[in-house]
């Protein structure tokens, strides 16, 4: 009997859970999948399996992408705080019909020495801040600036992985371009180098960013934690791995006995 034809998979990226998927996935016949970037990083680290880059046009026009591209899955490894795409990620499947998956993994959680303050937006950490001027550490990546520029008291430390947009950069700001993972005796040098009296950053749960927060700990530093949006009730795992099996039984599923 011939064997079945590869699972034509469609990755949503932006994260590391999508790129190892995507690396994990590459040797294995019985998948062939593309992954798709929207293009904000302006070097990503691309794996070796095919890769696009840009938007869809909404929902619908995922939903096009799917049904043109006759794609049986649709993984959706997209990074935490991508709300609008990981939304339009559960519209276009429910449309289509096509299984979906999200790779969801856990949010960090404060223990015991931690001194967290746990906000939904950036508007609001921005105004907790306070009156009195402080020496901020911003880890929130480079789109999200702007409300910070309504509190130009403040001297920013803003760390991301390209510049961000200088119409978004708070006056007084010092810029570094860095790329994870980090260890937490350089955070805790650099943190004491910039003399940074709070931290404000995104619950993204990624063991890469995950230094600074044992960092802060350590010094007994403040940080202001941005929760994470609400997303769809969809399928999801936490892991790569789990994402592996969900796939493994999609395709055993796909398969005849005998194959
Ligand atoms: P978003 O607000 O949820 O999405 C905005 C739009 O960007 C989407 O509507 C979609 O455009 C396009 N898009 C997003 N992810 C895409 C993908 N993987 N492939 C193709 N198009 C995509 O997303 P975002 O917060 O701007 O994040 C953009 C990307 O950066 C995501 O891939 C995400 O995984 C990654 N990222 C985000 C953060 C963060 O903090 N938000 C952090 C690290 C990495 P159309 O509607 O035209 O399809």
Known sequence: MTPNPPLNLLILGGSSEASDLARRIAPDPRY?????????????ILPPIPCRIGGFGGAHGLAAYLRDHAIDALIDATHPFAARITANAAQAAAITATPLLRIDRPAWQPVAAD???????????????GPTPRRVFLTIGQQDLAPFRATPRHHYLIRSIDPPDPDLIPPDATLITARGPFDEEAERTLLR???????????????????????????????????????????????????????????????????
Do not use: C, Q, Y
């Open 115 to 129: 001194r967290w303050i746990e906000l939904p937006t950036m508007a609001a950490a921005a105004a907790a801040i």
């Open 32 to 44: 062939a999948a593309t992954l798709s970037f929207a293009g904000r990083t302006r070097n990503p």
């Open 193 to 259: 180098a910039h003399r940074i009296d709070i931290l404000v950053t995104k619950n993204a749960g990624a063991a890469a960013t995950e230094a600074k927060l044992a960092a802060a700990r350590s010094l007994a530093l403040p940080v202001i934690m941005i929760a994470r949006p609400p997303t769809p009730p969809v399928d999801r795992v936490e892991t790569v791995t789990a994402a592996l099996d969900w796939l493994a039984r999609l395709h055993d599923a796909a398969t005849p006995r005998g194959v």
